[in-house]
């Protein structure tokens, strides 16, 4: 099992062989100061969809499970997002009945 990212106050787990999470893994290869990532970011805002989207491709492929989990992040993230545009829709409509 992974240990926490090294962090502050990041709950991700590391990436196999290192003391960081992908997240700020990320951030440190392209440069970045390493500030608290994308999963405190509004539920169902494009960027968290965004993000997810992200974290998942930045998976080593034969970390099965580092997979299952962040599709299942990705999946709730995109999910999320349609319920928020179905019901920004609803309201559109509701307005101008
Ligand atoms: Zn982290």
Redesign the pocket.
């Known amino acids: 099992m992974a240990d926490e990212?090294?962090?502050d106050g990041?709950?991700?787990s590391?990436a196999p062989r290192s003391a960081?999470?992908?997240?700020?893994l990320k951030q440190r290869q392209r440069g970045q100061p390493?500030r608290p990532?994308a999963s405190r970011r509004r539920p169902g805002s494009f960027a968290t969809a965004v993000d997810a989207a992200i974290d998942a491709r930045d998976i080593e492929s034969e970390d099965d499970v580092a997979w299952t989990r962040a599709l299942a992040r990705l999946r709730m993230a995109i999910h999320r997002r349609a319920e928020v545009l179905a019901a920004r829709m609803v309201a559109r409509k509701t307005k101008s009945n």
Request: proline share 0%; net charge positive.
């Open positions: 990212c090294a962090i990041c709950t991700r590391a960081l999470c992908w997240g700020h390493l990532l």
